[in-house]
């Protein structure tokens, strides 16, 4: 099993920034793609940013420019830096990792970010 760990979420004003971590740790044989998604009240969850092992990304055309995805592999760790947040942006943000041969879906807790107008 593969366990989450997100932190950085918080209230922020717009315009703000913020940074969440997310790290994997357990029976970890191979991490493939690392992600964000969010679901903000009332809506579905949707992806937010994804990065593959070997380092391409993808984003959600509402935030490309604004946000960065990176991961730091020694440490099975994915990162979402968040720059020019607006409310819009107000949701629970959840890590995803898909891991092994069966690219199988781990999910963290969730972390609350809040943009203030």
């Known amino acids: 099993q593969v366990q989450l760990v997100e932190s950085g979420g918080g209230l922020v004003q717009a315009g703000g920034s913020l940074r969440l971590s997310c790290a994997a740790s357990?029976?970890?044989?191979?991490?493939?793609?690392m992600g964000w998604y969010r679901q903000a009240p009332g809506k579905q969850r949707d992806l937010v940013a994804v990065?593959?092992?070997?380092?391409?990304?993808n984003y959600a055309g509402s935030v490309k420019g604004r946000f960065t995805i990176s991961r730091d592999n020694a440490k099975n760790t994915v990162y979402l830096q968040m720059n020019s947040l607006n409310p819009d942006d107000t949701a629970v943000y959840y890590c995803n990792v898909k891991a092994g041969l069966a690219n199988k879906d781990y999910w963290g807790q969730g972390t609350q970010v809040t943009v203030s107008s």
């Open positions: 357990g029976r970890i044989f191979s991490i493939n793609a």
């Open positions: 990065i593959s092992s070997g380092g391409r990304t």
